[in-house]
């Protein structure tokens, strides 16, 4: 038995008694002698302790740590919610409240009130996003299971070289499009009006790509079987396959659907301000108009000028469908963007 | 078509990822290139006369999308009800039978069998019948052809075009004018040149992305290390992918911004106020964040930092960016085997060990993912820098993007120089793919 | 280093929401279990699967908490400490080899983390390889090694830190046969070697007598005999057992003790002084002795002849399974084509069950 004291600077400080196993080498196999020290013994209490402590340090660590950082994930929406609610001279004053003094619910009003010259407001914007969205999303969807649909199912030719086409496409900045899109529907005279808005956008290859995919994870055994049960093609492609990828069709629809909600440059590029989207409603200025501050600094300042707490009012209108969107199909869309990793 | 046939990615590309995807597609320029060829007439056309052929095809197109529920009604009404025998009905569903049954046995056997009976007019109507799958991807051929082949042909034909005038069409020649003056920021419109908005993107990209992700890695494996609670931070964490990046860009602006009255009350910003509460500021002095020229009675806003507007939107991309590589890196987590913890564990790893030696080496394939991926969408970024800086993006587009430098130029008109713009952008996003592809397999891979 | 388990249980909670609200319902894998284990031997658990021998190593390991009961390392209570700080090895059955580095990283992770000089930590590591033989294979990656090699450098990694107890849980499984036989002895080797007390779990029973010290027999997390293989199999505790040890398998009848004499059937085999009551009776397959006016009488279905013996495949109304197997010595004549063949049974290879408790009795 030889003591020795192995001195380890790191949390596992164990005092070992080593015992030093002379080992009988067989020729043959070991042409060696080795040697393993064999430790026998250890502190159990000093271990447990340290093992306590440790634990609940990284606990608090790890807790402490993850609060910050949701504290900062979530800081921009509640002083986002916050600035909606107050008034203008709060919301400006050299120490910023972190709760509104009064609550300014007119910001509100005062915002949906506003048109611009061209007399678009925000009902008139929202009702444009909205049957955009319809529209895009279903014909979009549509189109996206045909397909799908046919790229996993069906044999013609040229369905290897189409597809690889199509997913080459994916290596090109969308800026390429946008340009000559600008030029084509210009020349097509689409400006201020849905088609603009829907058609360029109807195919998504990724979403194609990720519905071919899931369409031919689907065992070929149960369109045997589906045929065996007289059910016909089309039948087959709604009874079966449709249902077995239904969460893959929500997330699509749901990414689809909030793409629409998140345009902002193809309006901005392509239509006259009278016709917008409801991102692009966000970036106007909004100013007072002498209603709710009329006069009160002894200057015209709030009449002329865009008004931050009223520009927050619009940023929360916009948010909250995406946030109630997100509340009732959490799964889909977490599931949808960890799949597709596009935004919107 | 054979040369297709050869490239094709039929049998590997089950479970392709995005990446790989991006991979199979560099390696199919030539299929591209064919395909697109197929409209090489339109190509050659002057532009004026181009500009009519486009109107008469939109107009089918606008007709195709009027009538497009009815006709797949029909469509699949004569494909597949059964009692009503017409010649489509049947073509059509020997052809997906054919199709859809994988094995082709019983497709085989029947062609086998009757080959021999046809004659060439059947057998050319046997062949038309199993290319029924086009009529499915039809919708989607013809969109794709407009909205995103023929634009990208489009782009390498305008870019060089010299003074093209997308209102009359007409161009001076072509020649590489274009990329020089746009490389050489002669574009005569002042403003941010090409080359101050590539070195903007790559500040924001190469400082933001690996930060974000070296984030969102510790985030994920602190997430994944605690039971209470996890839902709810996990939902916390992903609120910030679902907002509209110019709105949220409107509310970071706020906290930077300086805005001021007349009278006595002015507003630094939260954050001027949280760096003066903690002593990092001197008194009474202020930064400048968003760089605006200072509306004239704000008289706080002192010092001027140049690369303080950076960091405002290196904050917000690395805010942004988080949610998305959380939830990839946080499921990436939940996959690795268990027993390699357990393993390390027995083994009297450390924490730290453990989440370096570990758990990153386990997830570098969804790393190097997000990374490069987040390269790309960096490359491409605009309507942040719109959100926090406005449509001018900062003054005189001084924080503009390559993104923001192209549509500043279509708003212009000056298209020639969105062009170049846009095939600069092309390039470098394909010399980033390549560099990729590179470090990527010489990685050895376990 | 001795192990001491007392009275150790560890119940799994139910998945059942409502169950495990009410703390019921769960799964018992190990049920009060109390074993010694002499330090420097090889202790091997064994059982089918699901009778909680692995969930008893994990226990020891630490990676798994008990419900109830203690462990002790040598007189030292354990049971809370966390694996890294017990200060053992654990063979995977997977092995769980770091992928990402060379079989020498993996093998010097242990070493890496207790803050060993790296080039101690290098000795130690080639040292530990030439001990289980891999020292050629340093520079590779697992993902570049048989499975046998990887199962080595598994051994080394658990080995190099010096452990006080050295755990393998089905550390055969993976291989094939062959290299099953040949690794069975290397292990053996290397623990009479480091004389490291080792606890191997497997549900293979030739495996574990060819190598344990000591074997522990378990059953639905309940331990049924712990002893010498050889005395195991020589004197079974029950009827599990000894169904569970030898191959072929113990050979299992429907008898009855009447008056003294154990019958099987109508045809009395042995004596005995048990009272009289309904038992199984239980035959190795080397207990049989042919012999033409022999006790028992069975219907002769085929018979192998395997060279050292003949194996013969033989059925009888009373067995409880279809066949059985009686291996008798290759010089042994049997009269060809008979139908039926007489034997008499060696008493020693003769075990008799309660009927009920499928205790022994003798």
Redesign the interface.
């Known amino acids: 038995m030889a003591k020795k004291k192995t001195e380890t600077t790191n949390n596992l400080e164990v005092e070992q008694i080593i015992t030093e196993m002379p080992v009988e080498a067989s020729a043959t196999e070991m042409p060696k002698t080795v040697t393993l020290d064999v430790s026998t013994d250890f502190d159990v209490e000093r271990q447990r302790k340290k093992q306590r402590a440790a634990k609940i340090t990284q606990n608090v660590f790890v807790y402490i740590f993850l609060t910050i950082c949701a504290v900062l994930a979530f800081l921009p929406f509640y002083w986002m919610v916050i600035s909606s609610l107050k008034t203008e001279p709060e919301y400006r004053q050299s120490n910023p409240t972190f709760f509104p003094h009064t609550f300014q619910w007119k910001n509100y009003p005062a915002v949906l009130a506003q048109s611009d010259n061209n007399g678009s407001n925000f009902w008139q914007i929202l009702l444009n996003t909205l049957v955009v969205g319809f529209f895009s999303t279903t014909i979009g969807v549509f189109v996206t299971v045909l397909t799908a649909y046919a790229l996993a199912r069906m044999n013609f030719k040229g369905k290897n070289a189409l597809f690889a086409l199509m997913l080459a496409t994916m290596m090109i900045p969308g800026e390429m499009y946008t340009l000559t899109n600008y030029l084509t529907v210009s020349a097509m005279d689409w400006q201020d009006t849905f088609t603009v808005m829907i058609v360029p956008f109807l195919v998504s290859v990724y979403y194609i790509y990720l519905l071919r995919n899931n369409f031919m994870q689907i065992p070929n055994s149960l369109y045997q079987a589906a045929k065996v049960d007289g059910l016909s093609d089309f039948g087959y492609l709604v009874k079966v396959m449709i249902p077995l990828t239904a969460p893959t069709l929500v997330s699509i629809t749901l990414l689809k659907f909030i793409g629409t909600w998140n345009s902002y440059i193809w309006p901005r590029l392509i239509n006259t301000s009278s016709w917008q989207m409801i991102t692009n409603w966000v970036t106007r200025g909004f100013s007072d108009k002498d209603i709710m501050y009329p006069n009160k600094f002894g200057d015209s300042i709030y009449s002329s000028e865009s008004l931050t707490t009223l520009k927050m009012a619009a940023v929360c209108m916009v948010s909250l469908p995406l946030f109630i969107l997100f509340i009732f199909c959490r799964k889909y869309i977490m599931r949808g963007v960890s799949k597709s990793g596009t935004k919107g | ?1 054979a040369k ?2 050869k ?4 049998p590997s ?4 990822t ?1 990446e790989e ?2 991979i ?3 390696e ?2 030539v ?2 290139a064919d ?1 697109v060829a197929e409209q090489p007439a339109a190509a050659e056309e002057t532009a004026a006369s181009f ?1 009519d052929k ?2 008469a095809f ?2 089918k ?2 007709e195709f ?1 009027v009538g ?1 529920g009815v006709k ?1 009604k029909d469509f ?1 009404g004569n ?4 009692d009503k025998k017409t010649k489509e009905e049947k073509l ?2 020997m ?9 082709q046995i019983e497709t085989v056997v029947a062609t086998s069998l009757l080959e021999s009976k046809l004659s060439a007019k059947e057998k050319f109507g046997r062949f038309c019948r ?5 009529l ?2 039809l ?3 013809i ?2 052809a ?7 042909l ?2 390498f034909i ?1 870019a060089f075009k010299q003074n093209y005038s ?1 209102l009359t069409g007409k161009y001076d020649g072509w020649g590489f004018e274009n990329f020089i003056r746009v490389l050489k920021g002669d574009t005569g419109t002042g403003g941010a040149t090409f080359i101050q908005c590539l070195v903007n993107t790559m500040v924001f990209t190469f400082i933001s992305v690996p930060l974000s992700t070296l ?1 969102a890695l ?2 994920s494996v ?2 994944n ?2 039971k209470p ?1 996890q839902k709810a ?1 996990q ?14 860009g ?3 602006a ?2 930077f ?1 300086v ?5 006595n ?4 910003g ?1 954050v001027n ?1 949280v760096l003066q509460g903690l002593g990092l500021l001197p008194n009474e002095t202020f930064i400048n964040w968003l760089g605006t020229s200072s509306p004239k009675w704000v008289i706080s806003a002192n010092l001027t930092i140049p690369w303080a507007k950076y960091i405002v939107v290196i904050i917000y991309e690395v ?1 942004s960016g ?3 590589k959380i ?2 890196l946080f ?1 990436a987590l939940q996959s690795v ?1 268990k ?2 913890y ?10 730290n ?1 453990v989440l370096w ?2 758990t990153t ?2 997830i ?1 394939p969804m790393i190097s993912y997000l990374l490069v ?1 987040g390269i790309m ?1 960096g ?2 970024q ?2 942040a820098i ?2 926090l800086f406005g ?1 001018q993006m900062g003054i005189d587009y001084d924080m503009g993007t390559m ?1 923001g430098y ?2 500043r130029y ?2 212009d008109g000056h ?1 020639g120089y ?2 170049a713009g ?2 600069i ?2 390039a470098i ?2 010399i980033i ?1 390549a560099i990729n592809r590179r470090i990527s397999s010489k990685k ?1 891979s ?1 | 280093m001795k192990i001491t388990i007392q009275n150790l249980t560890k119940t799994f909670p139910s998945r059942n929401k409502k169950e495990k609200k009410e703390n019921k319902g769960g799964v018992t894998a190990v049920n009060d279990m109390c074993i010694e284990i002499p330090s420097g031997k090889l202790v091997g658990l064994l059982g089918p699967s699901g009778c909680g021998k692995s969930t008893t190593l994990f226990m020891l390991s630490g990676l798994e908490q008990p419900t109830s009961g203690k462990i002790f390392f040598d007189d030292q209570d354990v049971t809370t400490l966390a694996a890294e700080r017990r200060g053992i090895g654990l063979v995977f059955q997977n092995y769980a080899l770091y992928p990402h580095m060379t079989v020498e990283q993996n093998i010097m992770f242990p070493l890496v983390n207790m803050r060993i000089p790296k080039a101690e930590a290098q000795a130690r590591a080639l040292d530990t390889a030439r001990l289980v033989q891999i020292e050629d294979l340093m520079a590779r990656k697992p993902s570049e090694l048989s499975g046998g090699q990887q199962q080595r450098v598994a051994i080394a990694r658990a080995l190099v830190k010096m452990p006080n107890v050295l755990l393998l849980d089905e550390p055969l499984s993976n291989l094939d046969a062959r290299l099953r036989l040949q690794t069975r002895e290397e292990i053996k080797r290397i623990q009479r070697e480091t004389g490291i007390t080792t606890v191997f779990v497997t549900h293979d029973q030739e495996e574990a007598m060819s190598i344990c010290d000591t074997m522990v027999v378990m059953k639905l997390g309940v331990v049924q005999q712990i002893g010498a293989p050889q005395d195991i199999y020589d004197d079974p505790a029950n009827l599990f057992v000894a169904n569970f040890l030898g191959t072929p398998p113990i050979n299992i009848f429907k008898g009855e003790i009447r008056k003294g004499k154990v019958y099987i059937g109508k045809e009395a085999v042995a004596t005995t002084e048990i009272a009289d009551q309904p038992v199984y009776v239980g035959i190795r397959p080397e207990g049989f002795i042919y012999d033409a006016k022999g006790a028992l009488t069975l219907e002769t279905d085929h018979i192998e002849v395997m060279g050292r013996d003949k194996s013969i495949v033989s059925r009888h109304e009373s067995s409880t399974k279809p066949t059985i197997r009686s291996i008798v010595d290759s010089d042994v004549a049997l009269p060809k084509g008979a139908a039926k063949l007489t034997f008499n049974v060696k008493p020693n290879k003769l075990f008799l069950f309660n009927a009920e408790t499928e205790e022994r009795l003798i």
Not at chain 2, 7 to 10: I, K, L, R
Not at chain 2, 242 to 247: F, I, M, R
Not at chain 2, 265 to 268: F, H, L, S
């Open positions: 078509m297709t046939k490239t094709s990615v039929e590309e089950e479970k392709v995005l995807a991006a199979v597609a560099e199919m320029p299929t591209a395909e500009g486009v109107k939109g107009g197109i606008k999308f497009v797949t699949f494909l597949f009800k059964k059509g569903e052809a997906v039978v054919a199709a859809a049954s994988d094995g199993s290319q029924s799958g086009w499915f991807v919708p989607a051929v969109l794709m407009v909205f995103t082949f023929w634009p990208i489009s782009a305008n997308t984030l510790l985030i602190a997430l290390s605690i609670l931070y939902t916390i964490y992903f609120l910030p992918y679902l907002t509209n990046s110019l709105a949220m409107a509310v970071f706020t906290f911004a805005i001021g009255t007349t009278k009350t002015e507003n630094v939260i106020q805010w988080l949610p998305f939830l990839i499921s085997n027993q390699y357990d393993a390390a564990k027995i083994d009297g790893a450390s924490k060990t030696k570990i080496p386990m570098s991926t969408g490359m491409k605009y309507s719109v959100g449509e993104v192209i549509y279509i708003e298209m969105a062009f846009s095939l952008l092309f996003i394909m793919t050895v376990y």
